[in-house]
């Protein structure tokens, strides 16, 4: 894999080639975004460009009944920066995402109000990798997240409405807790493997007729 990305490196600007390498360095998956059911689609893509903003690498997507269609002008091209994963092919699309996230090692936290929830500016990121899970506005998360999640969060507020818009509530969570990451002890940096994937992809989206370019350096080098 190093061996192709010192050759895609070539057919990028210095600029870019530094511009990646800058942006890697503080990009996490010690914390990730879990979408549910997500349709609004200016909602969808102002989430997936506070994402790339915050250095947050993952976002998970779940399509149980909407799809999820971000809006191009909004996301500003974050998406390709980004790995997105979908959840739409399982009869309980919810239940499968969550439990891949368990099984990775993170703590699944339903960002809504709950009679055991926890305060934004509370919440103790030391205790291990996060999923942050968001419903539909109106909505909110189904059930079947409420009772697979292991923690809720809720952000304070001090108006009379009784929560925030889709995409500011991510947007707060994700630039509270990224701060809170980076001026900690935790190890949340990318590791070598997922840095060079990441960086591989970034290039491949760089470069026109990429496909063709690798095909030919392999071949080349066999």
């Known amino acids: ?18 511009r990646f390498n800058e942006v890697l360095t503080e990009r996490t998956q010690y914390i990730t975004i879990v979408l549910e059911n997500i349709y609004q689609p200016l909602n969808a893509s102002a989430v997936l460009r506070s994402a790339d ?3 947050i690498q993952d976002v998970h997507v779940i399509e149980n009944y909407n799809e999820f269609t971000p809006d191009r002008e909004v ?11 979908r959840y739409n092919e399982q009869e309980n699309n919810t239940l499968n995402c969550i439990k891949k996230l368990k099984n990775e090692g993170y703590r699944i936290v339903a960002t809504t109000p709950h009679k055991n929830d926890c305060n934004l500016h509370k919440f103790q990121l030391e205790k291990g990798k996060t999923a942050l899970l968001f419903g539909t ?12 999640a292991d923690e809720f969060l809720k952000i304070p507020s001090y108006g009379f ?6 995409s ?16 900690g002890k935790i190890n949340w940096r990318l590791s070598e493997l997922v840095r060079d ?24 080098r066999n």
Do not use: P
């Open 1 to 18: 894999m190093k061996e192709l990305i010192d050759h895609l490196s070539t057919m990028v600007t210095d600029h870019r080639w530094n």
């Open 161 to 166: 409405t009784e929560s925030f818009n889709l």
């Open 168 to 183: 500011v509530a991510a947007a707060i969570c994700m630039q509270h807790l990224t701060h809170q990451l980076r001026r």
């Open 197 to 220: 994937k990441t960086l591989l992809n970034w290039l491949r989206y760089s470069i026109d007729r990429s496909e063709i370019l690798e095909q030919d350096f392999l071949k080349n």
């Open 53 to 55: 903003c915050f250095g």
């Open 75 to 85: 996301a500003m091209g974050s998406s390709k920066w980004l790995n997105i994963k």
């Open 137 to 148: 506005e109106l909505e909110g998360l189904t059930d079947i997240a409420l009772e697979e």
